[in-house]
């Protein structure tokens, strides 16, 4: 094999993810494939003598990171759109508003992302006091969890919402006195209207809001337009070292733009593309699931999964809950009733589709698992591995349930109050103090034997691996009634590594870094092993390969 090798990495750190060998100084790659992992002696005597030469200078290298929950084309649209991360007044973002309206004047309507709950002195904004910040363009502003969206007047009108509207369960136009909206839409039932009037006609947002095509089709301009934003946050993506990733919206749109960028060397990522699967659904559309399953099974873009979801989220009540929210009578909000999901699980089961479910509150968690069991039941048992995101909070009866039925536990590190992104929960709000060490409780998860993966929810928080695997590893401890067990480092890292690719049945094929996988690696600038678990976050990518081609170098 001497000389074959077209690209090697030296010097470095490797962590294989192999538990056999798992580590090395140095990664050889021919043809896309890895060749060898050994010493860095070895791996230069493989270098042909036009290879590319990378010095990792002792940083780590490891497999290339997959995230493994993702809204690609939402991500890349939120790089565009106004900024609203670490606003935290009604005066700030007046300011910021008004700035990128004058920066912006041909914008069809003003999108924030990520604005924070509470962002009016401690109360959500109405359309009120956006009408008094900007009262003659349309203006949405997203929660940064994408489940709530705040619109003025101007936006409601175009929508057609300002005096209510039907929606579909588990969605809220919240109305005030009078007939007329507050401003305050729950959920992509309610708010999907106000997101077509964006420059992006909504479309960034289909895959998510109704899992439908666009209507009308896009035209060749909009699917340009599409395929170069798209480009965009895959670019912004390598540069944090990740090369796949695992989208949670999805139509045959994306996919078809995805097959483009994929034609014209433009891919720099990995994608998986679901089916979304709508409460108001019939169960034949998953006959399209089925399709894109037929239709898109390559290593670059690929199918195969049914998204849906159970509930929402705990700031609005909309989780789904096992008792009352503290000092209200509500449990939340269910998005399936159990028996149409019960339903949609046997059948998307019974086509070998892998599930994976929405689940935050931990009511809703049951119901899924209760759906899995249903289906395992009607079907027979299977490897499956269908999925449950977030279980941001678990009934610690329900933890064994996820190992026992052969689920996955999909879960986001930065998405938990304990880390750097979102505010504590305070004692009585949403939680009773008995539920605190079930929530967030990645750790009591793992220890059940369930296998544990983890992403990010980008952009509900930036696609930034190294933040995310810090709030793992080095969380906030508030001590009680909060219980807090920090995630290992090598746990984390094969929870963003080898168990993404498990998860996706790409194990043995990618996620470790072993003779004959596929080459996607990343070089770190730094020892991630030497660093302390709370500066770990500034560790970057320096560079990233996918495929065997280099899609960053930083």
């Not at 690609?72 to 565009?80: P, R, T, V």
């Not at 900024?83 to 309507?109: F, L, V």
């Not at 007047?153 to 588990?170: N, Q, R």
Request: proline content about 6%.
């Amino acid at each position: 094999m001497a000389g074959k090798a077209d690209l090697v990495i030296l010097n470095g750190k490797v962590l294989t993810m192999d538990a056999g060998h798992p580590r090395a100084e140095a990664v050889a790659l021919a043809g896309g494939v890895i060749i060898a992992v050994g010493s860095t002696a070895e791996i230069r005597a493989l270098a042909a003598p036009d290879a590319r030469v990378i010095d990792a200078a002792g940083g780590t290298v490891l497999p290339g990171f997959i995230d493994s929950h993702v809204h690609l084309f939402q991500g890349s649209a939120a790089l565009e759109f106004m900024a609203m991360e670490g606003i935290g007044t009604g005066k700030d973002a007046a300011q910021t508003i008004r700035d990128y309206s004058e920066a912006n004047p041909g914008e069809p309507m003003i999108v924030g992302t990520g604005t924070a709950y509470g962002l009016m002195d401690g109360r959500n904004p109405t359309r009120h006091d956006l009408d008094a910040i900007l009262p003659d363009r349309p203006l949405a502003l997203l929660a940064p969890d994408i489940h709530t969206l705040w619109a003025n007047t101007m936006a409601l009108e175009k929508a057609g919402l300002l005096h209510g509207g039907p929606v579909p369960e588990g969605s809220v136009i919240v109305m005030e006195e009078g007939g007329t909206a507050t401003g305050e839409l729950q959920e992509t039932g309610a708010f999907g209207p106000v997101l077509r009037l964006s420059r992006t006609g909504g479309r960034d947002m289909l895959g998510y809001v109704t899992g439908a095509e666009p209507e009308p089709p896009a035209s060749e301009a909009e699917r340009a337009a599409d395929r170069a934003l798209i480009a965009k946050g895959l670019t912004h993506a390598a540069s944090h070292g990740i090369t796949t990733m695992h989208n949670m919206d999805g139509n045959f749109y994306q996919l078809e733009l995805l097959s483009d960028l994929d034609a014209s060397g433009d891919l720099k990522c990995r994608m998986q593309v679901p089916f979304h699967l709508k409460n108001y659904d019939p169960l034949d559309r998953l006959e399209e699931a089925s399709e894109m399953h037929r239709r898109y099974t390559g290593d670059r873009v690929w199918s195969g999964r049914v998204k849906m979801f159970m509930d929402g989220v705990m700031d609005t009540h909309t989780a789904l809950m096992t008792r009352p929210y503290p000092g209200t009578d509500t449990v939340g909000e269910p998005v399936f009733d159990p028996e149409h999901f019960n339903a949609a699980c046997i059948r998307a089961d019974a086509m070998g589709l892998q599930i994976s479910v929405h689940s935050i509150g931990d009511l809703a968690t049951r119901r899924t698992l209760d759906g899995y069991e249903v289906a395992r039941r009607a079907n027979g048992a299977r490897d499956s591995r269908h999925r449950i995101e977030h279980i941001e909070v678990i009934h610690p009866d329900d933890l064994p349930r996820i190992n026992a039925l052969g689920a996955v536990a999909s879960l986001q590190p930065r998405h938990s109050p304990l880390g750097d992104y979102f505010p504590i929960i305070p004692q009585g709000t949403l939680l009773y103090d008995d539920q605190y060490p079930y929530t967030f409780a990645w750790q009591r998860i793992r220890d059940t034997g369930a296998p544990v993966i983890f992403s990010t929810d980008w952009p509900v928080v930036p696609v930034d691996v190294m933040r995310n695997i810090g709030c793992a590893i080095a969380p906030m401890q508030p001590g009680a009634p909060w219980d807090v067990r920090p995630q290992s480092l090598m746990d984390t890292l094969a929870s963003y590594t080898s168990g993404n690719a498990w998860v996706e049945f790409n194990e043995g094929r990618k996620g470790q870094l072993v003779t004959g996988q596929m080459g996607d690696v990343v070089v770190m600038d730094c020892d991630l092993e030497a660093c302390a678990p709370d500066a770990i976050h500034k560790a970057r990518a320096m560079v990233t390969i996918c495929g065997g081609q280099i899609t960053y170098s930083g």
